[in-house]
């Protein structure tokens, strides 16, 4: 059966029409591996050397990474939340089979755990464990300890796809950490000198790793039931219909034409899922200069830091919205095409919601007053530059964006997710560089203040070129429609 699985797969694979895209994405994503897993293995070989040299004072080189271990779960779990690309599977052809339903879900879970995610970390691990050992450590103690390592890694997997099945366990991922993330902010206490017995105690009483066995094997049956038993025909088939409220938005109609394209945007928002979750993250990313910002040596914060959390504070609805125009009315952008509308009209109203996203999130600067008055203005001229510029090439990017969205989920493992572009990609590359090259071209002029009043003065100046700017991305839009039309049909 699982022979028969491996050849639709195939099957599907080539008859992909983004077969070059892929190859693309694949090459890219090949190189990050080979990266990665360099950067792995030299720490598996040197980790251990490294940490007994820093004499850090907190005991063995197991004890401190049980110690830190926390903290790289986080990572990889927003790392796995952002990039991991779980596998996609047509199911609805498999359903009207005499085919288990058990047997399917289980091949595609199976099949979603064959990733680079799951695998590179052994490349640290199997190093370390052969240079402890080396050292004379316990190999039962050892053995456990790695092994229980690995199991919290493979747990991840799972509860990444957790995460987007029950919304409980997104809540509590997001407490516990959350949690654990304010008690160290804030100085309450070191967490990490309690949580590190969550591991290290595996070393001292080998026979603690069946619990972290236990909790794995709770997820992957957690996993197969939740698709087990919502793998129906029915519900794959039926349309999910919701009772709307109607929002009169009057306070719009002052934007003429565009006033019902700005509600429809606005109502969008509210009405699914899909949006509120990125309306949500840009809000979050008003709270990211908390995250990465530490004063330097002098107790002054680093220019290019604040010049990227300036762009991240003002930018995120921009990123977050912006960037998946016009996939936000791939259910309906066929019709769309067939009424009266032109594009300069669509294309100006995205740009008004983008502009009116990043307006409000500018207000984040006043979160920043204590930290610093300098990142407070550079905040604000970021985001006049967002708006006069980087609002334009993310349309122009959008053009070339031909990825659907489901607006009922963030994704799914059997959803579609072909999102990636090379020509998006190298669009998008200006929006992060160009700030920064603006920044220092005004501050080698005039220092700070040269820097910030040319990145006001280029965001206001793009303002007034919205005239010839749009009739670019104009062309540029009815030039792809009908492969834009096609892909939009065929999600």
């Not at 190189?31 to 950067?39: D, N, S």
């Amino acid at each position: 059966m699982n022979k028969l699985f491996v050849f639709l797969e195939k099957k599907r694979l080539l008859r992909n029409k983004n077969q070059d895209m892929n190859t693309v994405l694949t090459v890219f994503k090949w190189l990050a591996i080979v990266y990665f897993g360099l950067m792995f293995l030299l720490l598996g070989i040197g980790g251990y050397f490294s940490i007994e040299k820093a004499g850090l004072g907190m005991g063995s080189p197991i004890q401190v990474i049980s110690r830190f271990w926390m903290y790289y779960m986080v990572a990889e779990m927003m790392m796995r939340f952002m990039l991991q690309k779980l596998p996609t599977a047509s199911i609805k052809p498999l359903l009207v089979l005499p085919i288990p339903k058990l047997k399917i879900v289980k091949f595609y879970v199976g099949s979603s755990f064959v990733s680079a995610f799951n695998f590179v970390q052994l490349l640290f691990i199997i190093p370390f464990t052969i240079v402890c050992l080396s050292k004379g450590y316990s190999i039962i103690g050892v053995l456990a300890w790695v092994v229980a390592v690995y199991l919290c890694v493979c747990t991840m997997h799972f509860v990444n796809i957790l995460i987007e099945s029950y919304k409980s366990v997104f809540i509590a991922v997001i407490v516990v950490f959350g949690s654990l993330a304010a008690i160290q902010y804030f100085n309450l206490f070191d967490s990490t000198e309690y949580t590190q017995y969550l591991l290290y105690s595996v070393y001292e009483y080998p026979v603690l790793v069946l619990a972290y066995a236990l909790i794995l094997a709770a997820s992957i049956w957690l996993t197969i039931r939740y698709y087990v038993t919502n793998m129906y025909m029915d519900d794959l088939l039926k349309t999910k219909v919701e009772v709307g409220t109607t929002q009169e938005m009057k306070w719009l109609d002052g934007f003429g034409t565009y006033a019902s394209f700005l509600k429809n945007d606005l109502r969008l928002i509210m009405r699914n899922k899909r949006a509120r979750t990125t309306v949500l993250m840009s809000v979050l990313f008003m709270f990211y200069g908390f995250l990465v910002l530490t004063p330097g040596h002098n107790g002054e914060y680093p220019m290019f830091m604040m010049i990227f959390v300036a762009f991240f504070v003002s930018g995120g609805f921009l990123m977050m919205f912006g960037q998946y125009v016009p996939s936000w009315d791939s259910s309906y952008y066929p019709l769309m095409m067939t009424q009266n509308i032109t594009y300069k009209n669509y294309l100006k109203s995205k740009w008004l919601i983008i502009a009116l996203g990043t307006a409000i999130s500018m207000l984040g600067a006043v979160l920043y007053i204590n930290k610093s008055m300098e990142l407070v203005y550079l905040i604000l001229a970021m985001g006049m530059f967002n708006i006069g510029v980087n609002g334009y090439i993310v349309l122009w990017g959008g053009a070339y964006l031909k990825s659907p969205v489901d607006l009922t989920a963030n994704k799914n493992v059997f959803g579609d997710k072909n999102a990636f572009n090379l020509r998006v990609m190298l669009i998008s590359l200006p929006k992060l560089f160009l700030p920064v090259i603006f920044y220092y071209i005004g501050a080698a002029i005039c220092g700070f203040w040269g820097g910030v009043v040319t990145l006001a003065i280029v965001g206001i100046i793009g303002m007034f070129f919205q005239v010839p700017v749009f009739k670019f991305i104009e062309k540029i839009y009815k030039k792809e429609k009908y492969s834009t039309l096609d892909a939009f049909k065929s999600k």
